[in-house]
């Protein structure tokens, strides 16, 4: 199993990025994916999920109305959009297939003037 997570970057606040994660060694449109990040010197949080067709999606208070999951199964990847960034988004972003304890590298966001 292999998660890569792309797409993170400086952005001020008020911006938005997209990150991507590509996965790999599964059959990935049979499972709900999830977005999870950790800010510095915080532990590790849910962000954001999205069942294996689409179809469910569910968010964090803290980015509901921002944040946007999707999923290409034909890419086998899995989609955050990140609009209205605030400096308390900063954090290493990972992409998890539910209910497996799997992680990639992670990207960073970093939201700051």
């Known amino acids: 199993v292999q998660l890569v997570e792309s797409g993170g970057g400086l952005v001020q606040p008020g911006g938005s990025l997209r990150l991507s994660c590509r996965a790999s060694?599964?059959?990935?449109?049979?499972?709900?994916m999830s977005w999870h990040r950790q800010a510095p010197g915080k532990e590790r949080e849910w962000v954001a999920i999205?069942?294996?067709?689409?179809?469910?999606?569910n968010y964090a208070d803290s980015v509901k109305g921002r944040f946007t999951i999707s999923r290409d199964n034909a890419e086998n990847t899995v989609f955050l959009q990140m609009n209205s960034l605030k400096p308390e988004d900063t954090a290493v972003y990972y992409c998890?297939?539910?209910?497996?304890?799997?992680w990639g590298r992670g990207t960073q966001v970093t939201v700051s003037s």
């Open positions: 999205i069942t294996s067709t689409g179809a469910g999606l």
């Open positions: 998890k297939r539910h209910g497996y304890d799997n």
């Open positions: 060694g599964f059959a990935f449109s049979g499972y709900t």
